[in-house]
């Protein structure tokens, strides 16, 4: 399953660090909520097409909240990858 992924990976959660991430080149993989609003998640796809990071779709904010370990929904995760 793809939240599996979180398991044990350094990541961070939410839009504004989820785009630093990409900007800067550390994240690997982005996963978002298919039931967050389209103006959040939107323009993280498109980074993610203009810096090829790949991204995977996941049910619900609630869903990814909780697989990251937190109480709130979480629209938007990277995976990231410091080497």
């Known amino acids: 399953m793809i939240l599996d992924k979180l398991k044990g990976q350094t990541r961070v959660i939410g839009t504004k660090q989820v785009k630093k991430a990409i900007t800067k080149g550390e994240a690997v993989s982005i996963l978002l909520a298919n039931d967050a609003e389209p103006h959040i998640i939107e323009?993280?796809?498109?980074?993610?097409?203009?810096?090829?990071v790949e991204?995977?779709?996941v049910d619900t904010m609630e869903q990814l909240g909780k697989a990251c370990g937190i109480d709130v929904g979480a629209a938007t995760v990277a995976l990231i990858n410091f080497e």
């Open 43 to 52: 323009p993280i796809k498109e980074l993610c097409r203009e810096h090829n």
């Open 55 to 57: 991204y995977e779709m």
